[in-house]
């Protein structure tokens, strides 16, 4: 069974910080997703890595695919209140087209 | 553009009743799924289907049955809800490998 470990379940920061949330697994896959959930809404894609080692950036969100493609991150650089959300990675299986979800990172960025 | 619309947004019912959700997209997306989200258990795949006509077992697909007889519709339906199906369920679409587009959710409690 293929499992994808989100760490911190939970983050209350102030704004301004910085953080970073984590996504691992022992599994390969072929790509990870990226998505952002607010209270009362379905999850919102923001990014696919697809390459080991990719990094990609949108606006203050930095998003990483490990080198072996087992791993991921999220860094956000001076969080503000609208970032405020839960985030959650999916990886995409080896072979076909099942998504691998994590249990989410509730974020929460206070003024 | 509408995307996935689930109907209806809220619904109670007893246990021993039963309902259909109803899901449409207009994206022209081959692949739909049905998801559940829990607290601190995150999104479980309940069915899915690859095309018009086809549907498939997900992770927790017991008390639920699913039809696809259009392309852009998935239905979803509890024969005889119990308290256990309380949940928030999500719909989604997708043209693989891209991610997914999921529905606003149809928030249901079982009494």
């Known amino acids: 069974t293929q499992l994808l470990e989100q760490s911190p379940q939970f983050l209350s920061i102030q704004e301004g910080e910085n953080l970073t949330v984590y996504c691992n697994s022992s599994?390969?896959?072929?790509?990870l997703q990226w998505y952002r959930q607010e209270p009362g809404e379905g999850p919102v894609l923001l990014v696919t890595?697809?390459?080991g080692g990719e990094v990609k950036k949108l606006k203050r969100l930095t998003f990483q695919f490990g080198d072996a493609r087992k791993d991921s991150s999220l860094h956000i650089t001076a969080a503000q209140p609208g970032d405020t959300g839960l985030y959650l990675c999916?990886?995409?299986?080896?072979?076909?087209?099942?998504?691998?979800w994590g249990a989410g990172t509730k974020l929460i960025i206070k003024p | 553009n509408a995307g996935v619309t689930q109907t209806p947004k809220f619904r109670v019912l007893k246990t021993g009743q039963s309902m259909t959700l109803l899901c449409a997209q207009d994206?022209?997306?081959?692949?739909m799924y049905w998801y559940r989200q829990d607290p601190g258990m995150g999104l479980r795949l309940i069915h899915y289907?690859?095309?018009?006509?086809?549907?498939a077992k997900g992770e927790v697909p017991d008390g639920y049955n699913v039809s696809r007889l259009k392309k852009q519709n998935f239905l979803l339906g509890l024969e005889s809800a119990a308290p256990s199906q309380t949940s928030v369920y999500f719909c989604?679409?997708?043209?693989?490998?891209?991610?997914?587009?999921f529905g606003s959710g149809t928030r249901l409690t079982v009494v």
């Open positions: 989604a679409s997708s043209y693989p490998p891209e991610g997914y587009t």
């Open positions: 994206m022209n997306h081959e692949y």
């Open positions: 289907s690859v095309g018009e006509g086809t549907t």
């Open positions: 599994s390969v896959f072929s790509s």
């Open positions: 890595v697809v390459t």
């Open positions: 999916a990886g995409v299986a080896l072979g076909n087209y099942q998504l691998i």
